[in-house]
């Protein structure tokens, strides 16, 4: 990580005076802006289907050049419990028939991939989402965990907008902002509007740069490029009623905040005050460089977490139909 940039203030202090959505959909509520995804939502993705063209937006689980992680968590770890040999060596079980069969056991971080965060996965304040205690988070989160996210499953209209091409970049650089002015920028040079309750998907190439880079030199000072916090900012994707943001980067905004110097305020003021759910680490290369091939920056955006029951996230392989 970058040295600590010694924040001038605290996370409670920088967003006094931000919006919540707390109770806005009941004091039980565990998915928070998903609620804007309403039927008509729905239509209005499958409506934005124009060729069928398919693309999954999971990046490789146990890549033979490693796996992107926050710093930290490790990299999710396979290992091979049955396969061809046991049978040869007469050390598998022996089924009628002779049917022989390899297994597999993972052991990853639930944020160790393309994942959902559950509503709950950061807090301040001794408060999660919708208010509830962060005591519920001991030993396995009992109230906005991934679960609720993962047995809704997520459907409607995606906009992707290309940052970093907009920006003339195969990656945006280390610590390299950007805010809502600038996306309205890049979504008006693509020819694309953002409409409300978009699902908004954000790349910056990053993600992608880590298959091509030291690993070293990928975490050294650890610094993402990404959204920076701002008060219109966060104003604005509440009146936009953005259900769900999608990026390439592994924590979704800059890392430090550059102006105060605190860590991952959207991570707050978007999922712990307004409800919006943030998926991490997707793989938008390809689907990128289909957009700028065809123009069409809009499609059927569909994702379904794992159901981990007290998860505070889990991964998932989102599908986009263009
Ligand atoms: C942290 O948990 C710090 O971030 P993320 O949401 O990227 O997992």
Redesign the pocket.
Known sequence: MADDPKPTISMAELLKDSPMNWGKWGDDDEVGALNYLDPAQVLRGVAAVKSGKTFTLQIPVNHPGGDPV?PG?KEAQKFNVMDRGHFACNKGPHFPGALEYSDDVVLM?L?GST?Y?ALG??WYGDQLWNGYDAATTAGSMTKADVFPIAQRGVVGRGVLIDMARHRGKDVLDKGETFTHEDLLAAAEAQGTRIEKRDILIIRTGWIGSFYRREKEEFYKDFLEPGLTYSPELVNWFNDMEIPNLVTDT???EVTFDPVHGV??PL?CAL?RNLGIT?T??AELDPLADDCAADRQYTFLYTAAPLKVVGG??APVNPVVIK
């Open positions: 926050w968590r971080y944020q994942q965060d996965h950061v592994i924590a979704n860590a991952l991570h999922m943030l991490e680490i505070s996230g």
